[in-house]
């Protein structure tokens, strides 16, 4: 016991050292912030504040780390980019009309590499082959489709 009070920065030094182990074994990022916590004990040792002030001013890092800090950095890493897989990564792609597509008669258009039915998104428009169409939606294995030329004002 003697030794932690004779080396009090030092104690605190492997407490945080000692909780960021831990923190990589949970990946929670609580302990992270209580071993930040244990750093700021471990600067208020080596200023020479009393042991009960450093214990405090440890708790009030942690406590302070846990409550602000950590909802950011939480929220940073569980926010990323949307993944899309299937069919649905060709929504809002642009494809090459193969086969003349009219509200009544799928017609074929080439996206991604790859043939696919289509019908007009509106059912009353009909759409040449080489027009370049943008595709709204899949549902199945057709494409609902508009052309690019009657977006634009």
Do not use: C, N
């Not at 440890?58 to 069919?87: D, I, N, Q, T, Y």
């Amino acid at each position: 016991m003697d030794w932690i009070r004779d080396h009090l920065w030092e104690t605190w030094l492997a407490l945080s050292i000692a909780l960021g182990v831990a923190e990589m074994f949970s990946l929670d990022l609580i302990l992270a912030m209580l071993a930040a916590g244990a750093v700021v004990g471990m600067v208020a040792a080596l200023i020479g504040l009393p042991v009960v002030v450093q214990v405090l001013v440890a708790l009030g890092a942690s406590v302070a780390m846990v409550a602000f800090v950590r909802p950011a950095f939480v929220k940073r890493l569980h926010s990323g980019p949307e993944l899309s897989l299937g069919h649905g990564k060709l929504v809002g792609t642009r494809g090459m009309v193969t086969a003349e597509i009219t509200g009544l008669t799928p017609g074929r258009i080439k996206i991604g590499g790859e043939i696919w039915s289509a019908l007009p998104y509106d059912e009353h428009l009909r759409i040449a082959p080489g027009e370049t169409v943008e595709v709204f939606e899949i549902k199945g294995a057709t494409a609902y489709v508009h052309p690019v030329g009657t977006l634009e004002p």
